[in-house]
């Protein structure tokens, strides 16, 4: 029998004092002395029906990291709930950051996951954050499959987290930048889209007009949104070989639309003329460097 996962309310948004309590690990006495004393919560007034909305329990674990980190709690308290920009408190190596996040993935803490996704592309950027946070945890993950360790539920958490940080993190920026977009894809058959995830955050922080694909789009999809969108430049992302799709690319060339291959999926089939990537960094050179007027 698997152990209750006390990180998910009942109903989404609606979390019940003792629930919380639960999750952060402090007694209901010590939740009552915070929202008394700082103000933090549901209104008082709720009386014994109060419920925490999923943004107050987000900034209540990010308030209890800031004092782990060694803020006092009362500052923590007013740079987790004060309305302002979010701080990260203390310097936060990345590797405690990584840490953090793989102890919540494993655990299946979902509203911690999230919550440490937020504070982290929030406070390095998407660029740092991926480089230096998630990919890192990412492949500490598949190094345990690798000695045999099945963490599959802790992997699709975390991926699925990561999903949804990224969309968060760049629906901050307008949808619609003038110019034309940077077209993102990945192979039709390609299933792993987090490179692609994290150059789209990337782009839409730096005001680069961007348009993404998402996975498992057939070709002839692909190909007509490239005939239709006119993008400065396409980049075919593949992680493995069996994903590479050079037909794709060359139809797409054909078309006149400027190709780049990202990924080491690509890597077996030596240089068919395309430009080729294979990091975040100088996926985002390329991109800006054809998004220039």
């Keep these: 029998m698997e152990p209750e996962n006390v990180d998910a309310p ?9 629930k919380v309590a639960e999750l952060l690990g402090v007694s209901p006495v010590t939740l009552r002395s915070w929202s008394a004393r700082y103000g933090i919560g549901p209104p008082a007034g709720a009386g014994r029906h109060r419920r925490y909305s999923d943004a107050d329990v987000r900034r209540l674990q990010h308030m209890q990291r800031l004092v782990a980190r060694g803020m006092p709690v009362r500052e923590a308290a007013a740079a987790a709930f004060g309305g302002g920009p979010r701080t990260a408190g203390p310097e936060v190596p990345a590797s405690r950051r990584a840490d953090e996040l793989a102890d919540a993935a494993g655990e299946l803490r979902y509203a911690s996951v999230a919550g440490l996704l937020d504070e982290t592309l929030g406070t390095m950027g998407p660029a740092a954050a ?9 492949r500490r993950l598949g190094d345990r499959w690798q000695r045999g360790d099945v963490c599959f539920a802790s992997e699709w958490a975390l991926t699925t987290e990561i999903s949804l940080a990224f ?39 730096a005001g680069v007009p961007v348009a993404y694909l998402g996975q498992l789009v057939p070709a002839e999809t692909v190909a007509d949104l490239a005939a239709r969108l006119d993008p400065v430049l396409i980049l075919l992302w593949s992680q493995a070989p069996p994903t590479a799709d050079d037909l794709l690319a060359a139809r797409i060339r054909d078309l006149g639309c400027p190709v780049g291959t990202a990924g080491p999926g690509w890597d077996h089939l030596g240089d068919r003329g395309f430009p080729r990537v294979n990091d975040l960094a100088s996926a985002m050179e390329l991109a800006v460097e054809h998004a220039r007027p």
Excluded at 130 to 137: C, E, G, I, K, M
Excluded at 185 to 203: F, I, K
């Design 130 to 138: 991926w480089t230096d946070v998630l990919a890192p945890v990412l």
């Design 167 to 205: 969309e968060r993190f760049s629906r901050r920026f307008p949808a619609a930048v003038p110019g034309r977009p940077v077209l993102l894809a990945c192979c039709p058959a390609e299933r792993h889209s987090l490179p692609m995830e994290a150059l789209r955050a990337t782009l839409a922080e």
């Design 10 to 18: 009942s109903v989404a948004g609606a979390w019940a004092p003792g």
